[in-house]
Nanobody, 114 residues
């Protein structure tokens, strides 16, 4: 399974970005899809996740600002990030669950300037 993220970049505090992640090459249906992030010197943390039926879960730090969604027909997950803060600066990774296996993308950098 190949997982490819896009949409990162540099934005000022208060701005918005939309990340996309496309999964391909799976012979099975994709279960959960999620976004994680890792800031320099910190552990990777879950940002948001969404099940195949659309149930979502968010880290407390992003609730009300970020929205995760998915297009099952395209095997794609999105992360709409609004009201960005400098603390949101990190490499964002897409995670795809298929038949009890996890697949990761290469990551996309998000930098929020103050």
């Amino acid at each position: 399974v190949q997982v490819v993220e896009s949409g990162g970049g540099l934005v000022q505090a208060g701005g918005s970005l939309r990340l996309s992640c496309a999964a391909s090459g799976s012979a099975f249906s994709i279960d959960s899809m999620a976004w994680y992030r890792q800031a320099p010197g910190k552990q990777r943390e879950l940002v948001a996740s969404i099940t195949s039926s659309g149930n979502t879960n968010y880290a407390d730090s992003v609730k009300g600002r970020f929205t995760i969604s998915r297009d099952n027909a395209k095997n794609t997950v999105y992360l709409q990030m609004n009201s960005l803060k400098p603390d949101d600066t990190a490499v964002y990774y897409c995670n795809v669950g298929v038949s009890l296996f996890d697949y990761w993308g290469q990551g996309t950098q998000v930098t929020v300037s103050s």
